[in-house]
């Protein structure tokens, strides 16, 4: 039996620097799908195409102003590349422009899997976009036609392809929970996921929120939300299968943004669900790594910066923890960046 073992961080890292985003409410979009109410998922009010131009020239010119550190610029909230031009290419060189000045160190955006040309790619990509996020939600055909997102999972797949052929960085945007989205569907869209291997991944469960076609269907009977336990025994299968093929999850659950929470009626919300989820997955690694240990007391020596996840949401690993053999005064924090697990002979 082995008296010791160690192992990396099973999360993998995201190698980018922070991301500083850029909400454009609804612009470029076809259509409303079901679920969405942009401007308080972002909090960000909707506004003219001109006055998002205006406001974001300013914001950058005073970063700049005052040395701040550099940052991704990411252009969220609406389908960038459906943005009539030439508001793209506008947006896009002004940030290249404050990249040359040293502030922002990276360009993304967000789009639809159906909304891409090659063209476009290439122009966007020459003036400095870097990364495409796309907004696949599921690659279900019966999810997506449920939600009235207008293509199927094959177009889905076709849009991270031509994303990768044109050299750009692939995001990958997924909402589980989704009107006839069941656990097992979601571990497909997790399995076809994987297969296109993204840099990253953002996972976004379903919510209600108050004026949305989704809203009306639950208010009628004839929607029900993912429960939030439900929601989390997917997400740690998910996520897990995820760490372990490399992929990280750059985002899980949406932020608390003014307006969210007042507009909720419904659906798996937790304040920190990313945290509480990634707990989980640290602890089934340790649990599978100490079960080869054999039972008995252990000491682990802890990377200092998982401190959080190691206990996770309010110490819900506390006692998982103790059940596996490990005593809080058996842990030890380090500047390592290897887990390590030993048996303590008694």
């Not at 972002?42 to 131009?53: C, D, H, K, N």
């Not at 076609?213 to 929607?223: A, M, T």
């Not at 740690?236 to 969210?260: M, S």
């Not at 009626?265 to 640290?282: M, T």
Request: with cysteine; net charge positive.
């Amino acid at each position: 039996m082995q008296a010791e073992i160690s192992f990396p961080p099973f999360e993998p890292r995201k190698a980018h620097s922070r991301i500083r985003p850029i909400f454009l409410p609804f612009h470029g979009c076809p259509g409303k799908c079901i679920y969405c109410a942009q401007n308080l998922q972002s909090g960000t009010r909707p506004a003219s195409l001109e006055v998002l131009y205006s406001r974001l020239k300013e914001s950058f010119q005073q970063a700049a102003d005052r040395q701040a550190a550099p940052f991704e610029a990411a252009f969220y909230g609406g389908t960038f590349t459906c943005i009539p031009p030439p508001w793209p290419q506008r947006f896009i060189a002004l940030a290249q422009e404050f990249r040359e000045r040293g502030l922002i160190s990276r360009i993304r955006c967000s789009t639809r899997p159906d909304a891409l040309e090659e063209r476009k790619l290439l122009e966007l990509k020459a003036l400095g976009l870097e990364c495409i996020e796309l907004g696949i939600q599921t690659f279900s055909d019966r999810v997506l036609s449920l939600s009235r997102r207008g293509y199927t999972g094959r177009q889905a797949v076709k849009g991270c392809e031509l994303v990768l052929e044109k050299g750009l960085e692939l995001g990958i945007q997924l909402l589980p929970g989704l009107p006839g989205h069941e656990p097992g569907i979601w571990l497909e869209d997790i399995r076809r996921t994987i297969a296109r291997q993204p840099a990253l991944v953002r996972i976004y469960p379903c919510l209600v929120l108050k004026g949305t076609p989704l809203h009306r269907r639950w208010s009628s009977g004839g929607y029900r939300p993912w429960t939030l336990q439900e929601t989390r025994q997917a997400l740690n299968r998910g996520v897990f299968r995820l760490y372990r093929a490399g992929i990280p999850a750059a985002r899980i659950g949406l932020a608390p943004e003014p307006g969210l929470l007042e507009n909720m009626c419904a659906g798996p919300w937790h304040p920190a669900l990313g945290s509480v989820i990634k707990s989980r997955v640290l602890f089934a690694v340790l649990l599978f790594k100490a079960a080869k240990l054999g039972p008995g007391p252990k000491r682990l020596f802890c990377p200092q910066k998982y401190q959080g996840q190691l206990f996770g949401h309010q110490g819900q690993n506390l006692n998982r923890l103790q059940r596996i053999g490990i005593q809080p005064a058996d842990i030890r924090y380090t500047e390592q960046e290897i887990f390590t697990i030993q048996k303590i002979s008694v």
